[in-house]
């Protein structure tokens, strides 16, 4: 004996073409759009997003190889760039540390003691400030001669003169040049975060 049974009927779907989306009753199992005109538009859309995903993959590669013919020298400049962009995010809304302008110029990160002169006060917070570029940073190679008294009035008399006594040198490796990076960058983060709120 045999049993009849009963087939449900299909159950309306989506087309999954964005630009349609119309409801549908599927014809056949897996049928996920509506028309053939819609399975030709999603078979261009899927293409797009497969050549966005390789040159995506590309682009990873080429960095991941970038990465590796970084010399020290290289990281060094990354850890630099970091630093800087924190110092100019620190003193945001300050004047020049050594003419006081607070005029809309565009500011740097001036080193009291120059990275030549000091290398190992290179990244010391104390040791670097916001300045004005054209006029003091670039102009008058740092404007130590404005820079001295602004400094002894922001971090005092005692700081100025560890600066400007003898220090330890500092050899960095890779490793700790990338840990520095990835910390300032984070630290400007953090205070693009909360001067934005």
């Known amino acids: 004996m045999r049993v009849a049974i009963e ?9 999954k073409n964005p630009a349609c989306r119309a409801s549908f009753v599927p014809q056949r199992l ?3 759009v509506c028309s053939p005109k819609c399975a030709l538009a999603t078979v261009e859309v899927q ?3 497969e050549k966005k995903s ?3 993959a590309g682009r990873r590669e080429i960095k991941v190889r970038k990465e ?7 990281h060094l400049k990354d850890t630099q760039h970091a630093f800087n962009a924190w110092i100019r995010q620190r003193d945001a809304g300050q004047p020049c540390i050594s003419c006081g302008t607070t005029a809309d110029v565009q500011y740097c990160a001036g080193h009291y003691r120059t990275t030549a002169a000091a290398p190992e006060l290179r990244f010391e917070p104390l040791n670097v400030n916001l300045q004005c570029n ?6 008058k190679s740092g404007n130590l001669l404005g820079y001295r008294p602004g400094l002894i009035e ?9 600066l400007e006594g003898p220090h330890e040198p500092k050899k960095y490796t890779v490793e700790e040049l990338k840990a520095m990076a990835a910390e300032y960058r984070a630290k400007t983060r953090e205070l ?6």
């Not at 054209?134 to 102009?139: A, D, E, F, L, Y």
């Open 7 to 15: 087939r449900k009927a299909p159950k309306p779907k989506t087309c």
């Open 154 to 162: 922001k971090i005092g008399i005692e700081a100025v003169e560890w």
């Open 47 to 49: 293409k797009a997003k």
């Open 68 to 74: 590796a013919l970084k010399t020290r020298a290289d």
């Open 54 to 56: 390789l040159a995506l």
């Open 192 to 197: 693009k975060k909360g001067q934005a709120a």
């Open 30 to 32: 897996g049928q996920a």
């Open 134 to 139: 054209r006029n003091c940073n670039m102009g």
